[in-house]
């Protein structure tokens, strides 16, 4: 099983909304990354987990939340959004950290849309 | 910062064979190379290492330059599953960083 599954596929929100968005692996990976992709953009690192503590969190702002529960799950949670915030998020993992020269496997992403 | 993919789109006809390069300004850690197909998940296709260690897909074939820090992506034979949109992803080295920064991409189109 190679498979990073999401949650929702899709998402419309409104600025004052709190929401969470879900990631879940069962390849026993021990890194997690939350991705945020733009239409027509490569992906950009927002955050990535490591044995279940944040390790980078790439100046995202404070209005997105991430959380790993444990080895097999990440949230987002995200709070007070801007239209701007809207695209595809995905989430990815990887046996350890891509840093080490591992593949990452990304899940299918949660389409956002802010209103 | 940023790696430096090129060309930014290629279209070719089946059974023709690409060259996607990647190049950066620092010194690489790693490279990764990655196809995303639109409305789909990345999928990977090749890592290769400093030092020379490689593994990936069989049917795929990369390299990776050192001294120049760049890599290619080698296509051949091209069928049309292979369009898409192609990535290479890059760990710098000595930065201890983890997760990737991704050029912007090549489009690739395999016509009939």
């Known amino acids: 099983d190679t498979e990073v599954t999401q949650t929702p596929k899709h998402l419309v929100m409104g600025m004052t909304n709190k929401k969470s968005l879900k990631c879940e692996q069962h390849?026993?990976?021990?890194?997690m990354y939350w991705y945020k992709q733009k239409a027509k953009k490569p992906p950009e690192l927002m955050f990535v987990?490591?044995?279940?503590?944040?390790?980078i969190n790439e100046s995202v702002p404070s209005r997105f939340s991430p959380e790993c529960p444990n080895s097999s799950l990440l949230n987002l949670h995200l709070h007070a959004l801007q239209p701007e915030d809207s695209a595809l998020y995905l989430c990815?993992?990887?046996?350890?950290?891509?840093?080490?020269?591992?593949?990452?496997?990304f899940g299918q992403g949660t389409r956002l849309t802010v209103v | 910062q940023q790696p430096v993919q090129s060309p930014q789109a290629v279209i070719l006809r089946e059974g023709e064979d690409a060259v996607i390069n990647c190049s950066s300004s620092?010194?690489?850690?790693?490279v990764h190379w990655y196809r995303q197909k639109h409305g789909e998940a990345p999928v990977f296709l090749m890592i290769?290492?400093?030092?020379?260690e490689q593994k990936g897909h069989e049917k795929i074939s990369a390299s990776f330059n050192e001294k120049k820090q760049q890599s290619s992506l080698y296509l051949t034979a091209s069928q049309l599953s292979y369009s898409g949109t192609y990535f290479c992803?890059?760990?710098?080295?000595?930065?201890?960083?983890?997760?990737?920064?991704f050029g912007k991409g090549t489009h690739l189109i395999i016509q009939p």
């Open positions: 990815a993992s990887s046996q350890a950290r891509q840093g080490r020269g591992t593949e990452a496997f």
């Open positions: 390849m026993g990976h021990r890194a």
């Open positions: 987990y490591s044995y279940e503590k944040l390790s």
């Open positions: 620092k010194a690489l850690y790693s």
């Open positions: 290769l290492l400093k030092g020379g």
């Open positions: 992803g890059t760990v710098y080295s000595g930065g201890g960083a983890d997760g990737l920064t």
